[in-house]
């Protein structure tokens, strides 16, 4: 039963790309459609670069009809900047682009917008179109309080370029130090795409209301403490913290096989494997970890991606992995090519640890179950986020692996952490105490919900 009035704010959400942007933000949709007090908009660019983008959203407004969608019709962005050909970088940019192309669509919707909830990798473009609409801009945060600290100073840090590589650790007002091994590489570099979208967005940030962030208290307190107190920057909007995001209920359809085999395997027995959405695994990389996970001993489940966009993905298991390998490991273990319904294996009981990049959606799904974690970031925020995982008590982290994208781990070391994950019972009883901190924040009631209801009363008010 809804119960909308003329009071009911109307919210335009504002996701980019990759699954790792609109994941949060069709979290944070369903959390205010079960309010059932908000208009929804939902604003996507179209084409997606993945074929998952693209079902997630059919899926998400085939079961809430009642949120209005714009399509946005996104001006491709070949560049004229040699320093990347990622596909996702450049449909950030070219989002970034097209966004305002979305002002008259947002004028003349009905009922008025009261706010928009928008990705931080389209602020400078769709700060001015809120400006001019006289409503409020919420950027929405899809990493950790602490990297986007770091993307927020990021115009000082860029004024003195050089030091960067010079010095051994960056120094932000307020914050722990970060060594100068966790910033990702690019960030040396202005000219490098990655760079200067992300420094022309951070000096959009003032202009926003607020920071909607998938963190919690328990979690990134002092970083969340220093940026509220204005130490970091003074002229950062508040962080809100709403996390961990609540999953919403997903399409099950093609989960059974994997739920199945979780189902015959005892309670926190298995290693999940899974490096996000977009993150490619060398053939090389993909041998060792295939011996590690053997030699480990442990039972896994393994999400294998070979390409950054999926509909590219085309080899097959037998190549990567060889027969003998999937014969072996039959019993003991299951591989799986193409998209999981991650939220879904991380709520089986039978898992008991998670090797993973440190994307920060999988680092908040994985908190909200206590589930421990081996991080093993392969690029962007990933260094900074498993730093905070392992000062959280979630999980183990060596520094000296690197990035995954450029080095070589070998299957032995791979065998000894699995140990370590999977038969650390202090690691296993801190991540369960993050797990209970987690669900408090996230819960009825929580700390997250109130915050995210506190932003629609506040909209009420404007109204
Ligand atoms: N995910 C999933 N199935 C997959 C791969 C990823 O459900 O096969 C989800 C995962 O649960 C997370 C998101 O996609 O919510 C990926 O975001 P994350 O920040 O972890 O990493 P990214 O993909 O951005 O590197
Ligand atoms: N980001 C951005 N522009 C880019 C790439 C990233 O603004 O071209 C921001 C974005 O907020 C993202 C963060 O930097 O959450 C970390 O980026 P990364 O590519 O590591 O992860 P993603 O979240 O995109 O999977
Ligand atoms: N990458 C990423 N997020 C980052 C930095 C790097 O996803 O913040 C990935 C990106 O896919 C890229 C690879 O890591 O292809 C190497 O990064 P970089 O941008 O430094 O070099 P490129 O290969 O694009 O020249």
């Known amino acids: 039963m809804l119960n909308r009035n003329e009071n009911s704010p109307h919210i335009a959400l504002f996701p980019s790309a990759g699954m790792g942007h609109l994941t949060p933000f069709l979290r944070l949709a369903s959390m205010l459609l079960s309010h059932k007090d908000c208009h929804l908009t939902l604003i996507t660019g179209h084409?997606?670069?993945s074929d998952t983008e693209s079902s997630y959203i059919s899926y998400f407004l085939s079961q809430n009809p009642e949120v209005n969608h714009i399509q946005l019709q996104i001006i491709p962005f070949h560049g004229s900047n040699p320093t990347t050909d990622d596909p996702f970088f450049l449909q950030f940019e070219a989002t970034r682009r097209s966004a305002h192309l979305l002002h008259p669509l947002l004028s003349s919707t009905s009922p008025p917008?009261?706010?928009?909830?928008?990705?931080?990798?389209v602020a400078s473009t769709v700060s001015p179109i809120a400006a001019d609409l006289g409503i409020p801009n919420y950027i929405v945060a899809t990493t950790s309080a602490k990297f986007f600290c770091l993307m927020?100073?990021?115009p000082t840090l860029l004024s003195n370029v050089a030091e960067l590589?010079?010095?051994p650790e960056v120094?932000?007002?307020?914050l722990t130090p970060l060594q100068i091994s966790s910033i990702p590489p690019p960030f040396k570099d202005p000219d490098h795409l990655f760079t200067a979208q992300l420094a022309t967005n951070a000096l959009a940030l003032s202009a926003a209301k607020g920071i909607l962030i998938n963190t919690f208290d328990g979690f990134e307190s002092e970083t969340l403490a220093a940026a509220n107190d204005g130490r970091v920057l003074t002229h950062l909007p508040s962080f809100l913290p709403t996390g961990p995001l609540e999953p919403y209920e997903l399409n099950k359809e093609q989960m059974q096989h994997c739920l199945s085999w979780l189902d015959r395997k005892p309670a926190e027995s298995v290693v999940y494997v899974s490096f996000g959405s977009r993150t490619a695994m060398s053939n090389d990389q993909i041998r060792e970890l295939s011996k590690g996970l053997e030699r480990s001993g442990y039972h896994f489940l393994w999400v294998l991606k070979t390409s950054k966009v999926d509909r590219d993905d085309k080899e097959e298991l037998k190549d990567l992995l060889g027969y003998s390998f999937l014969e072996r490991t039959e019993k003991?273990?299951?591989v799986v090519k193409g998209w999981v319904n991650q939220q879904e294996i991380l709520d089986h009981p039978a898992i008991g640890g998670f090797i993973n990049h440190c994307g920060w959606n999988s680092v908040m799904e994985a908190a909200r179950r206590g589930i421990p974690m081996l991080a093993w970031p392969q690029h962007g925020d990933q260094m900074v986020n498993a730093e905070i995982v392992k000062d959280a008590g979630l999980g183990i982290w060596e520094r000296k692996w690197g990035w995954g994208v450029e080095a070589l781990l070998d299957g032995e070391e791979i065998a000894e952490r699995i140990g370590e994950l999977m038969g650390n019972e202090k690691l296993k009883s801190n991540a369960r105490k993050v797990g209970e901190e987690a669900r408090k924040a996230s819960g009825v009631d929580g700390s997250s919900e109130k915050v995210l209801m506190g932003v629609i009363e506040f909209l009420k008010q404007q109204k």
């Open 171 to 174: 120094k932000i007002p307020g």
């Open 47 to 49: 084409p997606t670069v």
């Open 332 to 334: 003991s273990g299951m």
């Open 113 to 121: 917008l009261s706010a928009l909830f928008s990705d931080f990798v």
């Open 152 to 154: 927020a100073y990021l």
């Open 165 to 167: 590589s010079r010095i």
